[in-house]
Structures are given as C-alpha cells and as structure tokens.
C-alpha cells in the first residue's frame, strides 16, 4: 500500500508539471506540448503498472474501485444522468464567478491555459494533443488519486478521523481496514475534504467553485455506483463539453 501511495503522489505531480508548462497568453510551442503529453503519457502508465501490481499482491485494494469492464457501460449511463443532474449548478457557480470577476475585480476570468491555447487555432497535431491530454489523460489519472486513492484511503480506514494529527495519515500502513459498514457522516467528510483538494490543486481561483461543485459530483457517484469508471466517464463528459463550448465560443 506505500508504494500505491508514492506512485500516486508522482503521478500527481506529473499531472500538475503536464498542465503548467504553458502560459496562458502564448500558444505553447511543440516542446511544451510534447512536455504536456509525455508527462501525461507517464502519469497513465505508473497508475496502470501499480494497479496490476496491486491486483496481484493485494487485490483487497483494488477490487473495490469497481473496474471491471463489465461495469463500464452503466457508468457510463450513470454519468450521463449525473452531468444532468448537475449541469444547472455547474452553470450557476460558473455565471456566479463571471459576475464576480466581472463586477467586483473589474476583470473577466482567465481561461484554463489548454483552453487558452486552442483558441490560438494551433496546428493539427498540437491540437489533438491538447485535447488527449485535457479529454483523456487528465480524467483518468486525477480519478484514480482524487477518487480511487485519497477519497476510498479517508473512508475505509478505522483510525480515521483521528483525535489528533491530519487525517490523510490514517491512509498510511499502519492504519487497518474498517470492519463495519462507513457511516454516512464519514463517507461526506471524506467527499468534502476530497474535493477542497482537488479543487485546490488545480491553481485556478476562479474556477474554484466550479471545480468544487463538479468534485463533489464525482465524489458523490463514485460512492453511489461503487465503479471508479462512473466518476471517470463524467468527468471525461466535463471536459469534453468544456473544450466543445470553448470551441464555439472563440472569436
């Protein structure tokens, strides 16, 4: 389980390197774009060589992520009825934020720098990499830490929450497996705590309150369905519509 936890932590900080080398006002170079997909390339295959290492040394935590293939097409529905259910908030803390940013900062919101850049009408093959990295590769390794690790590790562990101490080190080896049933209040915290993170971790203040409406979407089917291919696939289906909106929407 420490080595599921160091190989979480590193594909983490590639995904962050992936979707930091680019500023915003420039359209990124081919270098930084393939910095953007190598990285992102490397967070995937650390998450896929550890999942199978983990599958075969201790399968106890990996079965519960739910990945059978078999589940995939009902996460799949699942998601589509959760992007639904959770659209009109999601535009609301989006409109919310403009207006803010708009009216009380005298500025409008900066775009998510993949964004940025494919409003800058990049070649081809730089495209198609953007949208890789931003449609593919960031969903599923951002769901296998934020959701698969760090939101299961907070519930599914006895000394959590402690008296004393951060809770995130109940997830550390020491910590055994709960033998009853988590109760409601636990599995909210753990949604809770896991969402601020992973909104905080995106560097994006003015898209906190989006982010952390769509966490807690994602947090909240992935405790419903008990399939981390759920949470995938909607937040696949986000980013999908995110890059499809700016595409229209650019000058």
Not at 175 to 188: D, F, G, I, N, V
Request: hydrophobic share 55%; aromatic share 10%; charged share 10%.
């Amino acid at each position: 389980m420490a080595v599921l936890i160091i190989a979480q932590i590193v594909v983490l900080a590639l995904h962050n390197l992936s979707t930091t080398t680019t500023a915003p006002a420039n359209l990124p170079s081919p270098t930084d774009l393939s910095l953007q997909l190598i990285t992102g390339l490397a967070a995937l295959l650390i998450i896929t060589v550890m999942f199978l290492i983990t599958q075969t040394l201790a399968p106890r935590h990996t079965d519960p992520l739910g990945l059978n293939l078999r589940k995939l097409p009902r996460s799949f529905l699942h998601a589509l009825l959760a992007l639904a259910i959770i659209l009109a908030p999601l535009l609301f803390a989006n409109i919310a934020t403009a207006y803010f940013m708009e009216h009380w900062l005298h500025r409008p919101p900066n775009l998510h720098p993949v964004l940025q850049s494919l409003r800058e009408s990049p070649p081809l093959f730089l495209n198609l990499l953007l949208i890789l990295n931003a449609a593919i590769l960031a969903p599923l390794s951002e769901e296998f830490f934020f959701r698969g690790f760090l939101q299961s590790a907070l519930i599914q562990t006895r000394s959590f929450p402690r008296r004393h101490g951060f809770p995130l080190f109940s997830a550390l080896p020491d910590a055994s497996p709960l033998t009853s049933a988590p109760s409601p209040a636990r599995r909210w915290f753990a949604i809770l705590l896991t969402s601020a993170l992973f909104t905080l971790i995106h560097q994006q203040p003015e898209a906190f309150p989006t982010l952390f409406v769509l966490a807690l979407g994602l947090g909240y089917l992935y405790e419903r369905t008990g399939s981390l291919w759920a949470p995938i696939s909607l937040h696949v289906l986000f980013n999908s519509l995110s890059l499809l909106q700016n595409k229209f929407a650019s000058p």
